[in-house]
Nanobody, 115 residues
Framework: QVQLVESGGGLVQAGGSLRLSCGVS????????MGWYRQAPGNQRELVAI???????NYVDSVKGRFTISRNNAKNTVYLQMNGLKPEDTAVYYC?????????WGQGTQVTVSS
């Protein structure tokens, strides 16, 4: 059984920073892509950033230059450093991991950016 546990969300003023972390536990023999998605009220869940096992990254255009995704394969952990936060970044952020070709999700962590 694979579990993803996120931490690091919260309330921050516009222009501020937050760092999200997500640890993967359980059967983690082969973690492929890891990443972060987000869902704002009334919106569909959208991809924020992903990182391959090799370290290759991809970002949604709206966060490029502000967010940085990274991973520690030895610790089965993925991070999202969010700088220059904007009110439109407010959402529930979900950790994602593909483990042995099966998708898993965390429970979500709220990020709220006040103007």
């Amino acid at each position: 059984q694979v579990q993803l546990v996120e931490s690091g969300g919260g309330l921050v003023q516009a222009g501020g920073s937050l760092r999200l972390s997500c640890g993967v536990s359980g059967s983690t023999s082969r973690i492929n892509t890891m990443g972060w998605y987000r869902q704002a009220p009334g919106n569909q869940r959208e991809l924020v950033a992903i990182v391959a096992r090799t370290g290759t990254t991809n970002y949604v255009d709206s966060v490029k230059g502000r967010f940085t995704i990274s991973r520690n394969n030895a610790k089965n952990t993925v991070y999202l450093q969010m700088n220059g936060l904007k009110p439109e970044d407010t959402a529930v952020y979900y950790c994602y991991a593909n483990v042995f070709f099966t998708d898993y999700w965390g429970q979500g962590t709220q990020v709220t950016v006040s103007s």
